[in-house]
């Protein structure tokens, strides 16, 4: 949607030695969305152009702002765990683990062992299947069309159906209690996901060697939208894209929460900051994910599946306040509560990774062609129903 | 580092700048720092670059809407009743004054710790909503920053580009404040929310 | 034709039919839906239209992404005010005959999230609704459905006649107002010509 075509704003003193010049006296400005197949929703972006080159690149939120934190400090605390799930609504284990998470460490309840190994093995099925549905949009934006996006989804199906068997609905599972899980693991159902974890790595090989080695993929992604350590770390941006730049921050080896101490896994780290890493990166995590529900479901205790402390309804949290926070499979996903003794939070907020991963959109898309922008959204990861709550 | 600790050693870096410690209730418990608004830059910059803290990552910008309070509170005074000292209770309330507020979760990446709590006030809800934008510090701070204008209404000095984030363009409330009241929405005669649709749930 | 006589015909290797099934029974099985996703239902939507449910049964795997190209929009997800004049816009810049499906709770009413001050109470306030899908999100096997029951309307609607179909009707509008953002909110909050007041039903 061409919005208008603006004059070119001479500074003082230049000469008009621009690139490209000739043509490039006059400014595109481009808005890309709310409605366009590349941004992963509702989400625009107003592009400046010259040319086919980005000078500035501005994103506009809210098309998907729903008022969730409204909502949350109206409803009782146990009401807002289903919001939790439509937050990142590919993700919705993980969000309720880190809402459960955050009133656990409010209210000192305890969850019980086997709960604790439940949610690890929630959060690392939920961390697959994101990251391997991510992996099938970002190479379609490259023009895979199809091809990826439909291996991951054959593969989401798959741990779909473990989360429907354990918790009654595909994607909204509403699972995680404070101090512990909602229901027990069916009968069978760590077999069934047993035999997900033996198949995985066949599926990961066959993934990653479908385009991995692509001249197309690599002239794409290579050198693309590069995001050094310095400004990642300075712009707040966490998960995957961190670590891309190198920063070895992973709060599953810093926070330590839940049992991740019990389990080996290494944490991948990029060189670059450019795309390629970035998908790298996830295709890599992947297999840690796979090697921690390995060991998980292998040494799965036995036992309760809720603190007997816990109280879900009516519960009044004495008065004070607390941040709790996961390594989502997009970043770190806190929350911040306010607690005034009553029964609904003072104060609920979310911190979206999402949202603030793409402090840094401008930065990388500078001086990149309107494809690369695409691309470079693409690897960033966001949903929209996070970025903008 | 306790909060005592930093709050000490702000005070002692920064001339004239004041550091309240807030406590907390919660379980962990922990406390707080609240910044004066005139120094709270500085103060920023200060726990940034400080060798022991190292905060560079700032992860969680929430503002928070405090109505004005009034609180009442039981106190024990010595009185004279007929000549003998007596113990006496005695119901003293206190007016707090509302206030918008920002709260700014730090973290060190360098060093692997935090959180420290960081808060800024501003003077009331209705006019004087100013406090200083920690965007130059922590870039992080830009949307989040944004969003709090957006939806509370403060106004961030400094801020390279002070505009709504979620909300469009000429939208004039500040909807996340506690006494926003939404404007009225026809749901029709026969919503099941409305007085009809409740009499009809009723009998 | 009367309908035994046109079975009594099929036994016997005579297959017989009208212009108007004909025409129909080519459009009912080559709906061309928007890729148009706005919140959570998307992604049952982009889950329907991928190997396991596998829209394309149905003729309806050519997601298009311009709306001049479109017959039918599946409002999946959320509508928030701010989003509402863009979906608004996107349907009366598809070309006739054109079907919406309002997809999941939120926007057939706003669902869980009616009470967000940002969030438009149902699409069906703004742009005519042809089939709602309750759930949320729906199910693939639901959106399945719910295109089923629009293929059923879409073989359904006459040609001619006074019952003849919205869109060949020269006086039924085929672009609605599109609401604007307001100080406060959406204005107008609704366009009356388009919306059914929810009903209690006792």
Sequence with gaps: MISSL???????????????????????????????????????????????????????????????????????????????????????????????????????????????????????????????????????????????????????????????????????????????????LPEGWVEGALAFVERAPRFLDEYEGLLRNSEIVMARTQGVGLLPAELAVNAGVTGPMLRASGVNYDLRKVDRYGVYDRFSFRVPLGEKGDVYDRYMMRLLEMRESVSILAQALRDLPGGPILDPKSKLRGLRPKAGEVYGRIEAPKGELGFYLISDGSTNPYRYRVRPPSLINLTVLEDMCLDRSVADVVVILGSVDIVLGEVDR | MTPEQIRSEIEAAIPGCSVEVAPNGAVPGQASLAVDRLHALEAAWFLRRHPGLLLDFCSNVAGVDWLDREISEKVKVRKLVDGVEQEAEETRKSKIPGRLEAVYHLFSIEKKQGPVILRVRTENRSDRVEIPSLTPVWRSAEFQEREIFDLYGIVFTGHPDLRRLLMWEGFTDHPMRKDYVPPPEDDGPQDPRGAVGKEAAAG | MEQDLKAELQKHGVFTTTFEELYNWGRKNSVWPLTFGLACCAIEMIATTMARYDLARFGAEVFRASPRQADLIIVSGTVTKKMAPQVVRLYNQMPEPKYVIAMGACAISGGPFRDGYNVLKGIDRYIPVDVHIPGCPPRPEALIDAFMALQRKIAGQQLTGGARARHLKPETPSEYPVPEHGEHGLEPTLNAEVWNPLRVIQ
Excluded at chain 1, 17 to 28: E, I, P
Excluded at chain 1, 87 to 100: G, V
Excluded at chain 1, 123 to 140: C, D, K, S, Y
Aim: proline letters at 4%; hydrophobic letters at 40%; aromatic letters at 8%.
């Design chain 1, 6 to 184: 603006k004059e070119m704003p001479r500074e003082a003193g230049e000469t008009g030695g621009m690139a490209g010049s000739g043509a490039g006296s006059q400014l595109l400005e481009v808005a890309m969305g709310p409605h366009h197949p590349s941004t992963h929703g509702v989400f625009r972006m107003d592009v400046q152009l010259e040319g086919e080159r980005v000078v500035r690149l501005k994103p506009v939120f809210g098309y998907l702002h729903r008022n969730h934190e409204q909502i949350a400090e109206k409803t009782s605390y146990l009401g807002s765990m289903p919001y939790t799930d439509r937050l990142d609504y590919l993700c919705s284990m993980s969000n309720n683990w880190a809402y459960a998470l955050t009133v656990e460490k409010l209210t000192g309840l305890q969850p019980p062992e086997r709960a604790e190994y439940i949610r690890v093995i929630m959060a690392e099925l939920t961390r697959v299947q994101n990251h391997a549905g991510l992996i099938g949009f970002l190479l379609q934006d490259m023009g895979a069309s199809g091809t990826p996006l439909m291996y991951a989804f054959r593969e989401r199906e798959k741990i779909l159906d473990l989360f429907e068997w354990v918790s009654g609905a595909r994607m909204m599972c509403n699972y995680m209690r404070f101090g512990g899980v909602r229901v027990d």
